[in-house]
């Protein structure tokens, strides 16, 4: 079975520092790759996502993300974090080869930014 | 209002009792899918439904069943709740083939059981 990681379980910064989300997955082939976020007491949205192109995708507020396939990584970045940002983020992977309607998530990393 | 409609939000039951949380969607998404959110875990894959006719098992299917009772309509039932189904519970939707994978969530159903 596929499994997402995400080794970091939270992390706290101070506002205006950078930021950088480990995440790896196990699968070698053909991969879809997201970040999702959740802030605090609301429902998971789409941050991000990899299709395919290039490896370094933009998303909503500043975050990007870099797919590296040799490192199986997707790791997500933002250079200056702030207060808002304070939330629970989850990486997801899904494969054509496991079914693409398999999306496994990873167990979440709670960022808290303090002003 | 929102895309994706969860209903109760939050629900206290016994061990035992049957219990329904449903979901509705305004996003004409043919496909519909139930995950489960505990501390340390992560999202779980229930069930997910490609469309009204067409009902999958995800990861964590036992103890749990669904219906998919029309395109915008997709409810969980847990037959005889036990305490370890104590979590949070997300119905999320997505397109077909092009847009698979990009969720859209609802906000939630906490369910606790005693």
């Known amino acids: 079975a596929q499994s997402v990681s995400q080794h970091n379980h939270h992390v706290i910064l101070s506002e205006a520092a950078s930021l950088e989300l480990g995440c790896n997955y196990s699968?070698?082939?053909?991969?879809?790759l997201f970040w999702y976020v959740q802030y605090p007491g609301q429902h998971l949205q789409l941050l991000l996502k990899y299709f395919s192109g290039d490896p370094l995708v933009k998303g909503i507020k500043g975050f990007e993300a870099e797919f590296i396939k040799s490192k199986f990584s997707f790791n997500l970045r933002k250079p200056s974090v702030q207060w808002s940002d304070t939330a629970e983020y989850f990486c997801a992977v899904s494969s054509y080869q496991t079914g693409a309607n398999n999306l496994f998530f990873g167990t979440g990393t709670r960022l808290t930014v303090i002003p | 209002d929102a895309d994706v409609t969860q209903t109760p939000r939050n629900r206290i039951t016994k061990t035992g009792k049957r219990i329904m949380l449903e979901c509705s969607q305004t996003?004409?998404?043919?496909?519909m899918y139930w995950y489960r959110q505990d501390p340390g875990l992560g999202l779980r894959l229930i069930y997910y439904s490609f469309d009204v006719k067409d009902i999958n098992k995800g990861e964590i299917s036992d103890g749990y069943s669904v219906s998919r009772q029309a395109q915008a309509k997709f409810s969980l039932s847990l037959e005889s709740a036990i305490p370890n189904q104590t979590a949070l519970y997300f119905c999320?939707?997505?397109?077909?083939?092009?847009?698979?994978?990009?969720?859209?969530f609802g906000a939630g159903s906490r369910l606790t059981v005693l």
């Open positions: 996003k004409g998404h043919d496909r």
């Open positions: 699968y070698g082939g053909t991969v879809n």
């Open positions: 999320a939707t997505s397109e077909g083939q092009s847009g698979a994978n990009v969720l859209t």
